[in-house]
C-alpha cells in the first residue's frame, strides 16, 4: 500500500467510521509490537488513536502531535498511520526524526520498523554538526548510519564552506564519504565572497576526513576567476587549497593555455596563485587568432606565478625551450627561439617583458625581416 493510499483510505475511516472500521482499544506502548525480540517501537503520545480493520489486516491511526520511538530514535508528526501487519508507520505533516545530533525533516515518510529504515519524501533536510543536506527523496539507514538521496540532492559542509549539488548520492560514515552522480557541482566562497570556486564533474566523491578532500571524476569543469580548466579527474584539498589535475588537463587564463600530464592549481582563500604544470609541460599565449602567432614555453615542468589575478612570471624547468615574438615600443622586433636547463618569463601587463635562459644555453635571433625558415629547438 502506498503512502497516499494509506491516508486516503484513513480519511475515508474519519468520514464513516461505523461503516468501514472495526474499533480496536489504545494499546500501551508495550503493547504496540508483538515481536519482542527487537527494540520496540513505541507509541509515546497522539491526541487522537483509533484502531481499525483493513482487508483483514490491522491499522492504528494516529493523529494531533503524534511522538513515537525505537531505542535513540524520536519521531514525530501530525499524522501516522502504523501497519501491524508490515511494521510500516507511515507518516506525515511536518516530520522530524531525531537521534543523537541527527535530524530529519520531510513532508511524508515511511518508517521501517525492523530494518529500522526511513524513507522520507517532500523537502527532506537532514542536518547534522557543522553539515546539512537536502532532497527530493531520501533514504535514512538507522542500523548502520548510511543515507542515500536522490531529486536535487544539496550539501553544505559548514566548517570549509563548502557547497554540493547533484542529482543523486549517498553518505557512508564509516569511511567518513559521500559519493554524488550526475550533475556534480562543488563550489566554495572566501570570507569575503569575492573569490568562488566552481568544480563540475558527471562523479564526484567528498570525504569529511579531518583532512577534507573532493575527488571529481568523469568530465571535469573548474572555474576560478578568469582560470578554466578541464581534465578527467581531478582531487581538491581542501584544507590545502590545492586542486591536482591529472588526465589530460588543460588550462586557459584570459589568452594563456596551459597543458600537460598533470596539472596543480594552487589558492589561496580561493584566488589563484600559482600553476604547476608536469610532464610534457606547455603555456601558450596567443598573440594574433588570425595569423596564429603564438608565444610558446616548454619543459619537464612550468610554474607560473599570479598575481592580482594576472600571469607575471613563468618558469620552465629541465630541457626547457621556448619560442616568442619580441616586440619594442608595440613594434614587432623578430623571434627568439632558445632552449635551456631553465628558462625564466616574466610578463608585464600579459605581455612578454623580458627573458632569462639558465644553465646549458643555446638559442638563435630571427629578425623581423628574416624570410628563411625558422627552426623551433
Known sequence: MTFISVFKTHLKIVLFTAVFTVLIPYQSPIDFLADTTRSRLELIHADISRGYVENNIPYKLLEGNVHARQDTLEIFCERAVYSEVEKILYLRGNIHMYRGKDTLLADEAR??????????????????????????????????????????????????????????????????????????????????????LHIYSNQMEYLFAERRRAVARDSVRIFQGN???????????????????????????????????????????????????????????????????????????????????????IYAISNARSFYYLKEQQEDRGINVASADTIKAFLFADELDSIAVIGGAQGTYYPEDYKGKIVQE
Open 227 to 313: 582560470l578554466f580548466a578541464v581534465c578527467d579527474s581531478a582531487i581538491y584539498d581542501i584544507e590545502e587549497d590545492i586542486i591536482y589535475l591529472e588526465s589530460n588537463p588543460q588550462a586557459i587564463q584570459e589568452n594563456n593555455k596551459m597543458l600537460g600530464d598533470a596539472m596543480q592549481l594552487i589558492l589561496e582563500d580561493r584566488e589563484l596563485r600559482q600553476i604547476k604544470v608536469s610532464g610534457e609541460a606547455k603555456a601558450i599565449s596567443i598573440l594574433d587568432s588570425i595569423t596564429q602567432k603564438e608565444n610558446r614555453l616548454e619543459g619537464r615542468e612550468l610554474i607560473m606565478y599570479i598575481e592580482n589575478r594576472k600571469l607575471s612570471t
Open 111 to 196: 518508517y521501517f520498523e525492523d530494518s529500522q529504515i526511513a524513507l522520507a519524501e517532500g523537502n527532506v533536510q537532514v542536518f547534522r554538526p557543522g553539515q546539512d543536506m537536502k532532497s527530493d527523496y531520501l533514504e535514512y539507514h538507522y542500523v548502520d548510519d548510511q543515507i542515500r538521496a536522490n531529486g536535487n540532492l544539496y550539501l553544505h559542509d559548514e566548517e570549509n564552506n563548502t557547497f554540493i549539488t547533484a542529482e543523486s548520492g549517498e553518505f557512508i560514515p564509516e569511511k567518513n564519504f559521500g559519493y554524488v552522480r550526475k550533475h556534480a557541482h562543488l563550489w566554495r566562497v572566501d570570507s569575503t565572497a569575492t573569490d568562488t
